[in-house]
T-cell receptor, first 114, second 112 residues
Framework: GAVVSQHPSRVICKSGTSVKIECRSL??????MFWYRQFPKKSLMLMAT?????????EQGVEKDKFLINHASLTLSTLTVTSAHPEDSSFYIC??????????FGPGTRLTVL | GENVEQHPSTLSVQEGDSAVIKCTYS??????FPWYKQELGKGPQLIID?????GEKKDQRIAVTLNKTAKHFSLHITETQPEDSAVYFC???????????FGTGTSLTVIP
């Protein structure tokens, strides 16, 4: 199957700093990527849909100014958590749609805000 | 909108036995149903999927069945092994759509 990478896999930062997470589709082009947040033992919570060359579509309740998404190319989307706080600590997962709309997930990024 | 329900939330089986996880969906327009396996600390991995033009698909020890009339689909794992222990998610999507609706997950434990 298609491969999606995420970087970094783990990050620890101080409260008030910003953190950028990269999501790349390695062997296919993805016009659409998704960003999810997952709490322990819970299902995936869709945060936003990232569309190449246009603004991301955010789900209700997700602050677009807090979670900045940029999809500058067909293989890269980035999520920046701005002014991070401890409550932003979570497991963030991206995914990408291939040309037949199959969804492939990245390995996830564990964010810990101190 | 679409609503996907998944049962059971937890499932324990003895090694070698079969495991079945069931999902129902509400939108008859949904026509693509993937299943994902998520191991601890990792992202979900697509393990099998089925489209609405077929009723069953099999890949070695895993199979998925789809009943469009009843709007439910199931994941079957035969001859379970300890490495099958993980959380499994079902999902539903529409043709050409970019929205996926996920079930709440099933935590499968295979007891050696």
């Amino acid at each position: 199957g298609a491969v999606v990478s995420q970087h970094p896999s783990r990050v620890i930062c101080k409260s008030g700093t910003s953190v950028k997470i990269e999501c790349r589709s390695l062997d296919f082009q993805a016009t659409t990527m998704f960003w999810y947040r997952q709490f322990p033992k819970k299902s995936l919570m869709l945060m936003a849909t990232s569309n190449e060359g246009s603004k991301a579509t955010y789900e209700q309740g997700v602050e677009k100014d807090k979670f900045l998404i940029n999809h500058a190319s067909l293989t890269l989307s980035t999520l920046t958590v701005t002014s991070a706080h401890p409550e932003d600590s979570s497991f963030y997962i991206c995914s990408a749609l291939d040309r037949v709309n199959e969804q492939f997930f990245g390995p996830g990024t564990r964010l810990t805000v101190l | 909108g679409e609503n996907v329900e998944q049962h059971p939330s937890t499932l324990s089986v003895q090694e070698g036995d079969s495991a079945v996880i069931k999902c129902t969906y509400s939108d008859s327009a949904s026509n693509y149903f993937p299943w994902y396996k998520q191991e601890l600390g990792k992202g979900p991995q697509l393990i099998i999927d089925i489209r609405s033009n077929v009723g069953e698909k099999k890949d070695q020890r895993i199979a998925v069945t789809l009943n469009k009339t009843a709007k439910h689909f199931s994941l079957h794992i035969t001859e379970t092994q300890p490495e099958d222990s993980a959380v499994y998610f079902c999902a539903a999507s529409k043709r050409g759509g970019n929205q996926f609706y996920f079930g709440t997950g099933t935590s499968l434990t295979v007891i050696p």
